[in-house]
């Protein structure tokens, strides 16, 4: 890779080891994916668990660090600032409900330790899946560095930002040294469509964009899709819509006619291009993803997940609306997983009130699904024989990590599950 004379001084350690590191690894990313140079970015988005794992990034593959390793790594990267806004991807828990959720001292003091290292490096400290919602709102052409397989979807197709599906370490490498290697979403010709995806069906509800995002993963794997005769979808539709597309899939990027700046039609979409394939998501593909995905779902529920990406205000506000009044029922959680911005303006607007009165709890900063990593999560973690959600992304993801059985449907009817306490079809 071409290397201007700053890069070329970072490479052989006169920025110190940290951002030699860093180098070498963009270096090794960038050959391995035929790019010539970087580029700059404007923004990143990663991930910033703890200590200990950040450490084990900048070791040598397969070393466990020491607390000596660890120590001298904090000395080193606590100097050290990010040459771009950053954002962090959601953590493990939630810092004022860490009791609520079961989480021990230790689990907190590792969030905190991480937490104000992040601050250190001028990192945002914002543990959420949505940061294109409040904290790191990328313009139209803009290149990024973002992880966080829905999130970089999102800006790539609904913002028209351009950024390579990172992994949290290249993003983190990225942010260190604010650049990327130019490559894929980067480059003009990689981002037209490749495949055309006609709906031919009504598209009722969030757990319906959901579907249709998994669907077209499950058809094309890989590739840019192009959707025809598809609604305009607010923001919490179009994330779920990016959420459930690389759970089977690996996208980067999507195309809605008339809704994403490069595509204002298909013939655009596709920069001339012929499709190589059209795949149709009629109401039989629709019910057969949702018969597939419902696993075992009759029987009593014992928790209901919202929140997967991270809710928004609007979401807050709707789960409200039809929870007021009433109670979740015994042995039945309700837990709402948004950013800290969003719980902070909800709390303020009288929702955290609405949700707590009945039983259930807003939660920030945490994933449901962060706590199948840590083995101090797992002796605290509630029962998890049966959840009911609305996010195909965190439907999936319970059955894998917690071997749940499933109830995959619509918001309000989550609530009404969560009041029942079970699903009885």
């Not at 069906?201 to 959901?210: A, F, Q, R, S």
């Not at 192009?226 to 990016?242: I, M, S, W």
Request: charged share 25%.
């Amino acid at each position: 890779m071409q290397l201007t004379k700053e890069q070329k001084e970072i490479l052989i350690g006169k920025k110190g080891r940290i951002l030699q590191y860093a180098m070498k690894a963009l270096i090794n990313y960038g050959d391995s994916m035929g790019a010539k140079e970087f580029i700059d970015i404007k923004s990143a988005h990663t991930s910033f668990i703890s200590i200990k794992y950040l450490a084990m990034i900048f070791l040598s593959k397969g070393i466990q660090p020491t607390e000596k390793d660890i120590h001298e790594f904090y000395k080193e990267i606590s100097k050290i600032q990010v040459k771009t806004k950053t954002t962090i991807n959601p953590g493990i828990i939630d810092l004022e409900k860490w009791k609520e959720i079961g989480a021990s001292k230790e689990t907190r003091k590792m969030v905190i330790d991480s937490t104000k290292l992040a601050e250190k490096c001028r990192i945002l400290p914002t543990y959420s899946c949505i940061p294109y919602i409040t904290d790191n709102i990328p313009m139209l052409g803009e290149n990024c560095a973002w992880a966080e397989t829905s999130a970089c979807l999102y800006a790539n197709s609904f913002l028209g930002a351009r950024t390579n599906r990172e992994s949290y370490e290249t993003s983190l490498f990225s942010a260190l040294l604010g650049i990327t290697p130019k490559y894929g979403m980067h480059l003009d010709k990689n981002r037209s469509g490749t495949a055309l995806i006609d709906v031919q069906c009504k598209i009722e509800n969030l757990c319906d964009w959901g579907v249709l995002g998994f669907f077209s993963g499950e058809q094309m794997g890989l590739g840019v899709p192009v959707f025809k005769n598809l609604q305009r979808p607010t923001v919490e539709e179009g994330k779920q819509l990016a959420s459930a597309m690389n759970v089977p899939g690996g996208f980067s990027l999507f195309h809605i006619v008339g809704v994403t700046p490069e595509a204002p039609t298909v013939e655009e979409a596709f920069k001339g291009k012929t499709p190589k394939a059209t795949y149709i998501f009629n109401e039989l593909a629709k019910e057969d993803i949702y018969k597939r995905i419902n696993h075992k779902p009759n029987g009593k529920v014992d928790m209901v997940f919202l929140g997967c990406p991270h809710s928004t205000l609007k979401e807050i506000e709707n789960i409200c609306s039809y929870i007021k009044g009433k109670k979740v029922s015994k042995g039945t959680r309700l837990w709402i997983m948004t950013s800290y911005p969003i719980k902070a303006s909800a709390k303020r607007l009288g929702y955290d009130k609405i949700v707590k009165e009945s039983g259930g709890e807003i939660l920030s900063d945490g994933c449901l699904n962060m706590y199948y990593s840590y083995d101090a999560y797992r002796e605290n973690m509630p029962n998890l024989s049966r959840v009911a959600t609305d996010s195909v992304k965190q439907a999936i993801n319970v059955k894998r990590s917690f071997r749940s059985n499933v109830v995959l449907t619509d918001t309000e009817k989550c609530i009404e599950i969560a009041v029942s306490g079970g699903y009885y079809d």
